[in-house]
């Protein structure tokens, strides 16, 4: 069932750790090897997982994105 009723207006703003410890807990991950770790994959999954449930749009819900790892870079803004 969708978290979100379609008819909702709202803002929605991604705040996601990209530094190297969301990788830290996991046991198959191995530095310098692997490009990714399964706790990134999830968090990825998850966030599209949600934001499928949304109806995108200026009248509807504007998603953005930041990505933090030593300093916050915007990914997306809401209005794109």
């Given at each position: 069932?969708?978290?979100?009723p379609s008819?909702?207006?709202?803002?929605?703003?991604f705040?996601?750790d990209g530094?190297?410890?969301?990788c830290?807990?996991?046991?198959?991950f191995?530095y310098?090897r692997d490009?990714?770790?399964?706790?990134?994959?999830?968090l990825v999954?998850?966030?599209?997982t949600m934001?499928n449930y949304?109806?995108?749009?200026?009248s509807?819900i504007?998603?953005?994105?930041?990505?933090?790892?030593?300093?916050?870079?915007?990914?997306w803004?809401?209005?794109?």
């Amino acid at each position: 069932s969708p978290c979100v009723p379609s008819s909702s207006i709202a803002d929605v703003v991604f705040v996601i750790d990209g530094s190297r410890s969301i990788c830290d807990a996991d046991p198959a991950f191995v530095y310098g090897r692997d490009k990714t770790c399964s706790n990134w994959n999830s968090l990825v999954t998850a966030i599209q997982t949600m934001v499928n449930y949304f109806t995108i749009g200026p009248s509807n819900i504007n998603v953005g994105l930041v990505l933090f790892v030593t300093t916050a870079r915007v990914m997306w803004t809401l209005d794109r």
